[in-house]
């Protein structure tokens, strides 16, 4: 079976620039998260997508932004791209709600 | 507001070592702990799932433990290998969020 798929997984952007990464969960689960980890920090949690719904959103500025399918993937959206946004963007999905977390390879994000 | 706190920050041990890894969080109201292992630069690989009715988990080598009422987990690694170096984290579930703490980093020596 296969696990959680991020595409791209590098991806070089200037200042300025929209990036869009996507994500497809696991056959079946109808949760997804993104995550960002900057460079020496945390996981800091951005979005969390339920069938479909946005449940949650972590504390970033409107220019990150995202959907959630109707079979389930996901994409992040980032415009306006600034330096500080260089990061590893990790995806995960999760069959229901209180599930078991599983993550994608992320997306390693470079904006020069 | 939930926060999450490991302890040590990172460690260090000779191989065959047994070793605890702590996190304690601040809000006791939660649906579970997950704890996850992650190499450097790549995704993260979950170890064990502890829902808040459980008391412990086992995997293998690996033993979680939660005690809800204090807001503590330990992650209990015996005969630690070299294969084992790699960040550990736990995250801790309630309402709508999950909320990581910082990581230990674990190095075991050859």
């Known amino acids: 079976e296969a696990g959680v798929t991020q595409s791209p997984t590098h991806l070089i952007k200037t200042r300025g620039q929209q990036a869009t990464l996507r994500c497809s969960p696991i056959s079946g689960h109808t949760s997804v998260y993104w995550y960002q980890q900057a460079l020496g920090l945390g996981l800091q949690f951005l979005l969390w997508?339920?069938?479909?719904?946005?449940?949650n959103r972590g504390n970033f500025p409107p220019r990150f932004s995202g959907r959630q399918f109707p079979n389930y993937s996901s994409e992040l959206n980032v415009n306006a791209l600034e330096l500080e946004d260089s990061a590893l963007y990790l995806c995960?999905?999760?069959?229901?709600?209180?599930?078991?977390?599983?993550f994608g390879s992320g997306t390693q994000l470079s904006v020069l | 507001k939930q926060e999450v706190t490991q302890i040590p920050a990172a460690l260090s041990v000779p191989e065959g070592e047994n070793l605890v890894l702590n996190c304690s969080f601040t809000d006791s109201a939660i649906y579970n702990l997950q704890w996850f292992r992650q190499d450097p630069g790549k995704g993260l690989t979950s170890l064990l799932l502890i829902q808040s009715s459980q008391r412990e988990q086992t995997s293998g080598r690996l033993n979680a433990s939660l005690d809800k009422s204090s807001g503590r987990s330990t992650l209990y690694i015996a005969a630690s290998q070299p294969g084992d170096s790699a960040t550990y984290l736990c995250a801790v579930r309630g309402g709508n969020k999950l909320v990581f703490g910082a990581g230990t980093i674990l190095r075991v020596k050859s």
């Open positions: 995960a999905s999760s069959l229901y709600r209180e599930g078991k977390l599983f």
């Open positions: 997508y339920d069938e479909g719904e946005e449940r």
